[in-house]
């Protein structure tokens, strides 16, 4: 019974339950067993201790004792005695009786003073059958009695008396209605649980020290709250959320379905000047700026950040979760695995890599008729077409259904798919930096009888797989985005794709939990959704649809939902624009456009940087001169900002060596040039509190009327698009296609995929495709060394010079500083 009661429990689609048990059953582990919110009866200890406490919304009172409570008028100044009525009913009784103003006495039947209290009751609620050796004329004329005894129900008692008002009979029909109303009650509460709650967020203090620790250090002293107290204060249902550890949850698609009506928040795309190795500050300003509204502003706010790949944590970069007192916490786990994502991108990429190179050795191996036997193999004597097959053969024209009836023309087409190696762009991922992997021969085992060919490997991230989880709206449009992928081309030079393959349904199982966003906390423990990290120069390079979508259902209308792309708004912004909103359908609010100081020296032709090496005196003293010389490239993305209607905010991230003269100048330059505001924020060391009047900036800038549009229609050629991303956004005077890349444009056309977006493979360090060329570069043209599809995740990327897939270690990696204290199981060194 416990087993049956606990899978009920489980299931979202049972409301309420109801026990109907031989009275020896109702034990207190069976009644406890139900959940509270299910308990339709309100036999258990939860609802019982809610009731005496008087918590009328937040419980069930038994039907049983809502009967009798309907059968008993003018309680006041009255005895009622309750005989042999003990458990659940009899506690409940009590309790509401008394409420009702009547003092209540209780007895066993057994009891040696049942009689002189049977003698002073005005009402004699009986709570099991009566024994025969209890004489009626111990009840006392004119008293009421009511039997609610399970076993009694059915039955006809007559106690002997005509003045003795019987209820017993109505106790049963009346119970039954009043099950019904409780069914009714808690199907209303749970109507109710299902609709948007207010938030009811704890925020977490912060007590800023001077000067700054490491950003570990910061992480490790504060204490996160459980993700599941988290969750339950933003509104998020118990089975919404599936946990991994104390501080980070999986949450479940079903939200979107369940708050379908609820109006979205305000959007904000936090992006950035072209960055340089001072780095700017993006991710820090993007915590900052939702600590401030939440923590400081009481206003709803989510951030929406991409998971950071391994490669670049253990390499050179470092991690992504902000830094000093605007960071996502734990960081250390942020930045490590996480919920295991980029695993299940590269076990899913990697099988499909290894589906393509087995299927060319079984086809250049076998017959078409061995090849067919194998493909569609007789199981327990039957032979049938799987699902996929099926799909496959109506797509190339053959409406057949039994494998007995294909013709030999028919077999060799469903069977052989004819890769051509040379056109293979499908590469395997390892998410490290392993420069040695850039280039690889495979196939050079004696098993693989001589198919060897040149291939590589790239790192985890810039998989497709990483770009269409990104890209995905759910868990059936990620299917299809899986099923479109083009691996290669056949020798008649037609794409082969993952579902001609076979694959598409395994590649689903090995995404089915990546699909769902991982939520997180800042330090002012206000929610994180960190999902997806596709390389924000090879693909759109910024976190989930699904996650953004969540989020704004969330925040509620008020609130504001605020997300990052990679590298300057040059790149990132515009594949947010014109790719991430384009397959989301959200229109953005604001951009919020970071810069620092120091790079806009750089970009004013300051001296170069080198990382780790001590700043030059031009970044560490006042240098009015170089600021406004390098405010050109703040000016610049400012505008490319305006060609897509959007207000923008300028968040100038401090820093202790700027001037204060320096941060006017800055401030002064960004409005002058159409920003809507300019705000000088230190919430890197001072946490929300340090980006309130940003905060304040973003919620004006949200509330004036908008104006998005794209930037380019998806009917323009692949070339004019191009184009137009060139002059309009890099500034470039044209663009130049190599006879490889033209040849690819038309392959692409003529393949029906020349209506997608673009998504520029372009060095982040420039504007113009020349990475030294800083500030705002003008009269080049750009070339396009080629261009490459990727239709699953729905765009096509042209190639801006050679660009690399697999970044490489240095000679000092990050990692001679990571360690793990074998005693505490704590991460050390970790930035």
């Keep these: ?69 309907e059968l008993l008028e003018d309680l006041g100044g009255k005895t009622v005695l309750l005989v042999g009525a003990g458990g659940a009913v009899g506690a409940a009784l009590q309790c509401l009786l008394q409420r009702e103003g009547a003092a209540t006495m209780s007895c066993r039947w057994k009891a040696p003073q049942l009689r002189t209290k049977l003698h002073q009751a005005d009402v004699v609620v009986v709570g099991s059958r009566k024994p025969d050796d209890v004489p009626v004329s111990w009840i006392k004329p004119g008293t009421t009695i009511i039997s609610c005894s399970p076993d009694l129900l059915s039955e006809k008692h007559n106690y002997g008396q005509q003045n003795n008002h019987a209820a017993e009979n109505a106790v049963g029909s009346l119970a039954i209605a009043m099950r019904m109303q409780n069914m009714v009650k808690n199907t209303e509460r749970w109507i109710q649980s299902q609709q948007y709650r207010k938030w009811d967020l704890r925020c977490l203090k912060l007590q800023p020290l001077s000067p700054v620790p490491s950003d570990i250090e910061i992480s490790r002293a504060q204490s996160p709250k459980a993700v599941d107290v988290l969750a339950k204060e933003i509104g998020l249902l118990t089975d919404e959320i599936e946990i991994y550890g104390q501080t980070k949850a999986k949450v479940r698609l079903s939200l979107l379905e369940r708050l379908k009506d609820q109006p979205d928040g305000k959007y904000v795309l936090v992006a950035g000047i072209t960055p340089t190795p001072l780095g700017e500050g993006k991710s820090t300003v993007t915590i900052g700026l939702v600590q401030a509204l ?114 030999e023309e028919e077999i060799s087409k469903f069977a052989r798919l ?76 037609e794409p082969v794709t993952a579902e001609d393959l076979g694959v598409t349904g395994a590649l689903a199982v090995l995404m089915k939990d990546a699909i769902k966003p991982t939520l997180m906390q800042t330090l002012e423990g206000t929610p994180v959704f960190v999902h997806a990290g596709p390389f924000a120069n090879i693909a759109h390079g910024n976190s989930s649809v699904l996650a953004d979508k969540i989020a704004l259902k969330l925040v509620g209308e008020k609130g504001f939902v ?35 100081v120091r790079a806009l020296k750089m970009h004013g032709g300051g001296p170069n940087v080198t990382a780790g090496a001590p700043l030059k005196k031009e970044y560490t003293e006042e240098n009015l001169q170089l600021v406004a ?169 042209p190639l801006v010079g050679t660009m690399s897939t697999m970044p490489g270690l240095p000679t000092r990696p990050c990692f001679y500083d990571i360690d793990l204290d074998s005693v505490t199981e704590q991460v050390k060194g970790l930035f």
């Design 629 to 797: 010389d390098g405010c050109c490239n703040l000016q610049k993305q400012i505008q490319i900002t305006q060609l897509f209607g959007v207000p923008v905010v300028v968040a100038l991230n401090v820093f202790k060596t700027d001037s204060p003269a320096e941060v006017d100048l800055v401030c002064k330059i960004a409005k002058q040039s159409g920003a809507f505001d300019a705000v000088p924020c230190n919430h890197w060391s001072a946490g929300g509190k340090g980006a309130v009047k940003l905060a304040q900036a973003v919620e004006k800038a949200a509330s004036q009327k908008n104006s998005f549009k794209y930037l380019y229609s998806l009917e323009l050629p692949i070339v004019e698009k191009i184009r137009i991303i060139a002059q309009k956004v890099y500034g470039a005077q044209d663009i130049e296609l190599s006879p490889a890349a033209q040849s690819q444009v038309d392959r692409y056309t003529q393949q029906g995929f020349g209506n997608l977006p673009i998504c520029m493979a372009k060095t982040h360090l420039s504007l113009s495709h020349q990475p030294e060329r800083k500030g705002v570069p003008t009269g080049f043209i750009l070339p396009i060394s080629e261009v490459r599809a990727s239709i699953g995740a729905g765009f096509i990327y």
């Design 1 to 69: 019974i416990v087993d049956e009661i606990v899978r009920l429990n489980e299931d979202p689609n049972v409301q309420g339950l109801a026990l109907d048990l031989p009275e020896s059953l109702y034990s207190s582990k069976v009644l406890n067993a139900v959940k509270p919110e299910k308990d339709v009866d309100g036999l258990s200890d939860v609802n019982l201790g809610r009731l005496v406490r008087g918590d009328a919304y937040d419980c069930l009172v038994p039907p049983a004792v809502s009967a009798v409570m």
């Design 294 to 407: 939440t923590a400081h502003l009481n206003i709803n706010s989510f951030a929406c950040l991409r998971q950071p790949s391994q490669g670049p944590t253990f390499g050179v970069k470092g991690g992504a979760a902000g830094g000093g007192y605007a960071q996502v916490i734990p960081m250390e786990e942020f930045n490590l695995h996480l919920t295991g994502d980029i695993h299940a991108i590269t076990a899913a990429n990697n099988l499909l890599a290894a589906a393509i190179d087995a299927r060319i050795l079984h086809e250049n191996t076998q017959s078409d008729k061995a090849l067919y036997n194998r493909l569609v193999p007789a199981v327990n004597g039957v032979r049938g077409f799987s699902a996929i097959q099926l799909a496959r053969l109506r797509r190339l024209g053959i409406n057949k259904t039994d494998p007995g009836t294909l013709t």
């Design 562 to 596: 605020v997300t990052e792309a990679g590298f300057g708004a040059d790149i990132g912004m515009e594949k947010f624009f014109n790719i991430k909103c384009r397959a989301s359908g959200l229109v953005p609010s604001v951009v919020v456009l970071v810069a620092t």
């Design 418 to 493: 004819d890769i051509d190696p040379s056109t293979i762009t499908w590469q395997r991922v390892v998410d490290t930096n392993d420069r040695f992997l850039r280039k690889i021969t495979v196939g050079q085992a004696k098993t693989e009888k001589g198919f060897v060919r040149q291939a590589q490997f790239d790192i985890a991230v810039a998989s497709e797989i990483m770009a269409i989880l990104a890209l995905t709206t759910s868990l059936q449009d990620m299917k299809e985005r899986l099923g479109r992928m083009v691996v290669a081309n056949d020798k008649k030079g």
